[in-house]
Protein backbone atom coordinates (compact mmCIF):
# COMPACT_ATOMS: atom_id res chain seq x y z
CA UNK A 1 0.00 0.00 0.00
CA UNK A 2 2.70 2.46 0.69
CA UNK A 3 4.76 2.09 -2.70
CA UNK A 4 1.47 2.94 -4.59
CA UNK A 5 1.06 6.16 -2.32
CA UNK A 6 3.96 8.12 -3.76
CA UNK A 7 3.54 7.72 -7.64
CA UNK A 8 -0.35 8.45 -6.73
CA UNK A 9 1.05 11.87 -5.67
CA UNK A 10 3.18 12.41 -8.59
CA UNK A 11 0.44 12.13 -11.30
CA UNK A 12 -1.80 14.55 -9.05
CA UNK A 13 0.42 17.29 -8.58
CA UNK A 14 1.17 18.02 -12.79
CA UNK A 15 -2.39 18.46 -12.53
CA UNK A 16 -2.87 20.74 -10.34
CA UNK A 17 -0.46 22.91 -12.00
CA UNK A 18 -0.67 22.91 -15.04
CA UNK A 19 -4.69 23.96 -14.30
CA UNK A 20 -3.07 26.96 -12.40
CA UNK A 21 -1.00 28.37 -15.85
CA UNK A 22 -1.93 32.02 -16.65
CA UNK A 23 -1.92 32.99 -20.18
CA UNK A 24 -3.69 35.82 -22.44
CA UNK A 25 -5.77 36.00 -25.31
CA UNK A 26 -6.82 38.97 -27.36
CA UNK A 27 -9.64 40.73 -28.71
CA UNK A 28 -9.90 43.65 -31.48
CA UNK A 29 -11.25 47.28 -30.20
CA UNK A 30 -12.49 48.82 -33.03
CA UNK A 31 -15.58 51.30 -32.44
CA UNK A 32 -16.03 51.33 -36.14
CA UNK A 33 -16.58 47.29 -36.09
CA UNK A 34 -18.54 47.62 -33.05
CA UNK A 35 -22.54 47.56 -32.57
CA UNK A 36 -23.63 51.48 -31.74
CA UNK A 37 -26.17 51.97 -28.85
CA UNK A 38 -25.82 55.63 -28.69
CA UNK A 39 -24.68 58.35 -30.34
CA UNK A 40 -24.97 61.90 -29.37
CA UNK A 41 -25.43 64.42 -31.62
CA UNK A 42 -21.62 65.71 -32.66
CA UNK A 43 -18.64 63.35 -32.28
CA UNK A 44 -16.91 65.29 -29.53
CA UNK A 45 -20.34 64.41 -27.33
CA UNK A 46 -19.38 60.88 -27.16
CA UNK A 47 -21.73 57.85 -27.37
CA UNK A 48 -21.84 54.12 -26.80
CA UNK A 49 -20.65 50.82 -27.75
CA UNK A 50 -20.81 46.97 -27.96
CA UNK A 51 -17.97 45.48 -28.69
CA UNK A 52 -17.53 41.54 -29.16
CA UNK A 53 -15.09 40.47 -26.41
CA UNK A 54 -14.02 36.81 -25.38
CA UNK A 55 -16.83 34.43 -24.02
CA UNK A 56 -19.90 35.74 -22.17
CA UNK A 57 -17.98 38.96 -21.98
CA UNK A 58 -17.87 41.63 -24.58
CA UNK A 59 -16.72 45.22 -24.25
CA UNK A 60 -18.79 48.17 -24.04
CA UNK A 61 -17.39 51.94 -24.53
CA UNK A 62 -18.78 54.92 -23.58
CA UNK A 63 -17.57 58.31 -24.91
CA UNK A 64 -17.99 62.08 -23.54
CA UNK A 65 -15.93 65.18 -23.26
CA UNK A 66 -13.34 63.32 -25.06
CA UNK A 67 -12.56 61.17 -22.43
CA UNK A 68 -13.41 56.84 -22.77
CA UNK A 69 -14.74 54.76 -20.39
CA UNK A 70 -14.69 50.77 -20.21
CA UNK A 71 -16.74 48.15 -18.95
CA UNK A 72 -16.35 44.34 -19.16
CA UNK A 73 -19.48 41.60 -19.81
CA UNK A 74 -23.41 41.59 -19.22
CA UNK A 75 -22.85 43.94 -16.11
CA UNK A 76 -20.54 46.51 -17.20
CA UNK A 77 -22.54 49.89 -16.76
CA UNK A 78 -23.05 48.65 -12.73
CA UNK A 79 -19.06 48.30 -12.95
CA UNK A 80 -16.87 50.44 -10.79
CA UNK A 81 -14.79 50.95 -14.40
CA UNK A 82 -18.00 51.95 -16.08
CA UNK A 83 -16.92 55.46 -13.80
CA UNK A 84 -12.85 55.25 -14.19
CA UNK A 85 -11.17 57.54 -16.81
CA UNK A 86 -8.19 59.62 -17.11
CA UNK A 87 -8.61 63.53 -16.33
CA UNK A 88 -6.58 64.14 -19.48
CA UNK A 89 -8.28 63.66 -22.80
CA UNK A 90 -8.16 60.06 -23.73
CA UNK A 91 -8.55 57.21 -26.35
CA UNK A 92 -8.50 53.64 -26.72
CA UNK A 93 -6.05 51.00 -28.06
CA UNK A 94 -6.94 48.44 -30.74
CA UNK A 95 -6.75 45.80 -28.78
CA UNK A 96 -8.23 43.77 -25.64
CA UNK A 97 -5.45 41.28 -23.40
CA UNK A 98 -7.31 38.80 -21.66
CA UNK A 99 -5.25 37.40 -18.24
CA UNK A 100 -6.63 33.99 -18.46
CA UNK A 101 -6.83 31.34 -15.44
CA UNK A 102 -8.32 28.38 -15.92
CA UNK A 103 -9.68 29.16 -18.94
CA UNK A 104 -11.33 31.97 -17.48
CA UNK A 105 -10.80 35.82 -17.66
CA UNK A 106 -9.78 37.55 -14.30
CA UNK A 107 -8.03 41.01 -15.86
CA UNK A 108 -7.76 43.14 -18.76
CA UNK A 109 -5.16 45.15 -20.19
CA UNK A 110 -5.86 48.37 -22.05
CA UNK A 111 -3.68 50.48 -23.91
CA UNK A 112 -5.11 54.02 -23.83
CA UNK A 113 -3.71 57.14 -24.79
CA UNK A 114 -3.78 60.63 -23.02
CA UNK A 115 -3.32 64.40 -24.45
CA UNK A 116 -3.07 67.42 -21.67
CA UNK A 117 -1.29 70.50 -22.00
CA UNK A 118 1.99 71.66 -19.84
CA UNK A 119 2.23 74.92 -18.31
CA UNK A 120 3.56 76.80 -21.37
CA UNK A 121 0.85 74.82 -23.48
CA UNK A 122 2.58 72.47 -25.06
CA UNK A 123 0.66 68.85 -25.73
CA UNK A 124 2.02 66.47 -23.37
CA UNK A 125 0.81 62.88 -25.25
CA UNK A 126 1.43 59.78 -22.49
CA UNK A 127 0.36 56.08 -23.32
CA UNK A 128 -0.36 54.02 -20.35
CA UNK A 129 -1.48 50.41 -20.51
CA UNK A 130 -4.41 49.72 -17.99
CA UNK A 131 -4.66 46.71 -15.78
CA UNK A 132 -8.50 46.16 -14.73
CA UNK A 133 -9.69 43.61 -12.69
CA UNK A 134 -12.40 41.07 -13.77
CA UNK A 135 -14.42 40.14 -10.42
CA UNK A 136 -17.92 38.51 -11.13
CA UNK A 137 -19.97 41.04 -12.28
CA UNK A 138 -17.81 44.32 -11.36
CA UNK A 139 -14.67 45.62 -12.79
CA UNK A 140 -11.95 48.22 -11.61
CA UNK A 141 -8.76 49.94 -12.32
CA UNK A 142 -6.23 47.99 -10.36
CA UNK A 143 -2.93 49.37 -12.22
CA UNK A 144 -1.78 52.55 -14.54
CA UNK A 145 1.78 51.11 -16.37
CA UNK A 146 3.13 54.32 -18.16
CA UNK A 147 4.26 52.45 -21.81
CA UNK A 148 7.86 54.37 -21.00
CA UNK A 149 8.51 52.45 -17.98
CA UNK A 150 10.86 49.38 -17.66
CA UNK A 151 9.14 46.46 -19.48
CA UNK A 152 6.16 48.14 -19.27
CA UNK A 153 4.29 45.18 -20.56
CA UNK A 154 5.46 42.49 -18.30
CA UNK A 155 4.72 44.69 -15.25
CA UNK A 156 1.16 45.20 -16.73
CA UNK A 157 0.69 41.50 -16.40
CA UNK A 158 2.63 40.73 -13.36
CA UNK A 159 -0.01 43.52 -11.64
CA UNK A 160 -2.55 41.67 -12.93
CA UNK A 161 -1.71 38.14 -12.50
CA UNK A 162 -0.51 39.48 -8.51
CA UNK A 163 -2.82 41.57 -7.64
CA UNK A 164 -6.49 41.16 -8.99
CA UNK A 165 -7.36 38.74 -6.70
CA UNK A 166 -7.11 40.63 -3.76
CA UNK A 167 -7.76 43.60 -4.72
CA UNK A 168 -10.66 45.28 -3.22
CA UNK A 169 -12.76 47.62 -5.80
CA UNK A 170 -14.51 49.44 -3.25
CA UNK A 171 -11.52 50.51 -0.96
CA UNK A 172 -8.17 50.04 -2.66
CA UNK A 173 -6.23 52.74 -4.57
CA UNK A 174 -4.74 51.58 -8.17
CA UNK A 175 -1.45 51.54 -8.58
CA UNK A 176 1.02 53.80 -10.75
CA UNK A 177 3.98 52.95 -12.12
CA UNK A 178 5.87 55.77 -14.22
CA UNK A 179 8.81 57.78 -14.07
CA UNK A 180 6.61 61.05 -12.99
CA UNK A 181 5.38 59.23 -10.01
CA UNK A 182 2.54 60.54 -8.28
CA UNK A 183 -0.31 58.88 -6.87
CA UNK A 184 -3.84 57.12 -9.02
CA UNK A 185 -5.64 60.20 -8.16
CA UNK A 186 -3.15 62.38 -10.04
CA UNK A 187 -4.08 60.85 -13.16
CA UNK A 188 -7.52 59.40 -12.79
CA UNK A 189 -10.64 59.62 -11.18
CA UNK A 190 -13.03 57.58 -10.20
CA UNK A 191 -11.57 55.29 -7.91
CA UNK A 192 -12.45 53.71 -4.67
CA UNK A 193 -15.79 52.67 -5.39
CA UNK A 194 -18.46 52.28 -2.79
CA UNK A 195 -20.33 50.61 -5.29
CA UNK A 196 -22.81 50.82 -8.43
CA UNK A 197 -24.70 50.50 -10.43
CA UNK A 198 -22.42 53.77 -12.38
CA UNK A 199 -24.99 54.08 -15.65
CA UNK A 200 -28.46 53.60 -16.77
CA UNK A 201 -28.72 50.45 -18.78
Given at each position: MKRLLFPIALTVFPISVAAAEISSVYSELDLKKCEKLALQETEDEGGEWRCRGIRD????????????????????????????????????????????????PFATILRWFTESSADDGAPVKQNWL??????????????????KYTDANEVARQRADERAQTFDCAKDMPEIFSARGGSATDYASGMPCPGGPYREE
Open positions: YDVRVWEGDLRSFVGFGRQAPAQCAAMQTFGAFNSLGPRVEWRMRDGKVVTKLDGADACHIAYVDT
